[in-house]
Nanobody, 119 residues
Framework: QVQLVESGGGVVQPGGSLRLSCAAS????????MGWYRQAPGKQRELVAS?????NYADSVKGRFTISRDNAKNTVYLQMNSLKPEDTAVYYC???????????????WGQGTQVTVSS
């Protein structure tokens, strides 16, 4: 059973930084893609950043957020700098991965971590 565990959320002042982590536990054969999404109150969940062989960012976070991975730890990170109040949301990580007991890609989601940007 593959599970994603997130950490690193919290409360930060505008202009501050946070680093989110998402680690996969369980038996994984390969990971095709990793990504971060966010959902603000009353809004739909949106893609923040994704990582396959290339990286992709939402326009609203380009130049401020950086997605990275540690393959040995099956972990993805989101470094968030110059945070703005509009970045306030629950952040979710997502993996597209093949577990050891199958040959098919599965989609896995983290439990979500709250990021609040407020003075």
């Amino acid at each position: 059973q593959v599970q994603l565990v997130e950490s690193g959320g919290g409360v930060v002042q505008p202009g501050g930084s946070l680093r989110l982590s998402c680690a996969a536990s369980g038996s994984i054969r390969s990971i095709y893609a990793m990504g971060w999404y966010r959902q603000a109150p009353g809004k739909q969940r949106e893609l923040v950043a994704s990582l396959t062989t290339t990286t992709n960012y939402a326009d609203s976070v380009k130049g401020r957020f950086t997605i990275s991975r540690d393959n040995a730890k099956n972990t993805v990170y989101l470094q968030m700098n110059s945070l703005k109040p509009e970045d306030t949301a629950v952040y979710y990580c997502r993996f597209i991965a093949i577990p050891n007991d199958t040959a098919l890609n599965h989609i896995y989601w983290g439990q979500g971590t709250q990021v609040t940007v407020s003075s």
